[in-house]
């Protein structure tokens, strides 16, 4: 096990497509350790295997990353000391290790064809390649020595596959999960190197680990059962004493706790479960992300850092700097965390509550223009947004809580007031809107002042007035305090829009 040595982490996936909201917390306790521990976090591209490679997956892979604010010290784009990052180009290194393996009897050549496995699995229910059948294959423990060499020699394609003992029991000590182990006999001979010349995915994370010196390997729980295969290997290639220090993190499950969250589970449910939009470029098809449906990254980022982990106390919202600060991997708990969009939400919500105007304001501006509104003034809508900012679940949702502010209601919601409707209230608001033409000052205080002074002179009730004035500026029911409203609104356009109002009222 490796002590005193600057921490090394790493997340490794293999670029096959959207990353998924499970993937990126793998990347976040990464990060989040090896910050902690002021060591370094690589990303390394696990691209060995070419039938599942898709284009564009490595730069949507980053893409998450930087949007995030996770980013990697060694990286295939940011360089470093032990590239390259990518392990197709990394791909000569690996066959002496297989050789090394075959020499020390651990591994063996299997001829098999694709046919003749085939076959196999046609024949043999839940077919596995392993000590109870190998003999019966063909490969070099099978077959002659003479027969192998002129196999080999004659360019015949083959694979290398490990030879798990029998009857072994192997174990680690796992940061989260504690002591693990397993029976050698249970696990099937893994392929190691690949009739193409590659590497698998068992091979080259070992051989990685080991030549980036890394000193803690965190992934999902789906990995534990490739534990075994990759401890025999540290320990047949002779680097056991490197051997990274390991750590599986609990699953992300459905919000009904019943299995893994899916991408299908989002598709059914109605949310996303990529970090961003990722459109496959085979099928055209569009998974929706995290980024495009409003999510702050700060946002995004808290709500995972909270599943699955906790400081110990009730403290909810958490800057990266703060998780840096309070991460540990102790209080990762073994258990699966349930996902909940609500409660997703909800930290999207804080979040925007405490961003600072600053970071919003561009992304507001943004929404202006999305429903074909010439912003105004920085000035103004920064105003409207301090007043409504309270009430966002996602920037997109300035829109509907503030649209008003832009462009006057083209409807009004006259049933709340109409029913209750009666002549002293029509002759309160002829007087009023005159009154208010040369009314000063136009601030906030000083018009609700006044205006209540005005219903208590007219003997009508507060609350009966103050929803009609609503109406008239909003059209409905809702927004923030009604006198901030005609404050920002302005004179003209409050006295424009209480007429108007007031004559769709009499309509
Ligand atoms: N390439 C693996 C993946 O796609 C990496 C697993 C590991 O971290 O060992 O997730």
Sequence with gaps: MSTDKKVRVRFAPSPTGGLHLGGVRTVL??????????????????????????????????SCLAWCGLTPDESPTHGGPYGPYRQSERKDRYRDFAEQLIQSGHAYYAFDTPQELEAQRQLVPNFKYSHENRLQLRNSLSMDEQEVKELLAAGTPHVIRIKMPVGETVGFHDMIRGAVSFETSLVDDKVLMKADGMPTYHLAVVVDDYQMKITHAFRGEEWLPSAPVHLLLWEYLGWKDSMPEW???????????????????????????????????????????????????????????????????????????????????????????????????????????????TRLLPMVKEVLESHQVDAPVDSYVAEVLALVKDRLTFVADFWEQASFFFTPPMQYDLEAIKKKWSEDKTNFFQAIIPALEAFEPWETEALEQYYKDAIQASGLKLGELMLPFRIMLVGGKFGPHVFDIAKLLGRDETIVRMKKGLAAILA
């Design 29 to 62: 306790f990464n990060y989040l350790f090896a910050k902690s521990q002021g060591g370094e976090f690589i990303l390394r591209i696990e691209d060995t295997d070419q039938t599942r490679y898709v284009p564009g997956a490595e730069e949507y892979i980053l």
């Design 247 to 357: 750590a599986h993190f609990p699953l992300i499950l459905k919000p009904d706790g019943n299995g893994k969250l899916s991408k299908r589970d989002g598709d059914r449910l109605g949310f996303p479960v990529y970090a961003m939009n990722w459109t496959d470029p085979k099928t055209g098809d569009l998974t929706k992300g995290f980024k495009e449906l409003g999510f702050l990254p700060e946002a995004f980022v808290n709500m995972l850092a909270l599943l699955g982990w906790n400081n110990g106390t009730d403290q909810e919202i958490f800057t990266l700097e703060e998780l840096i600060r309070e991460f540990s991997i102790d209080r990762i708990s073994k258990a699966g965390a349930k996902f909940d969009f609500e409660k997703a939400k909800w930290f999207n919500h804080e979040w925007i509550k405490q961003s600072e105007d």
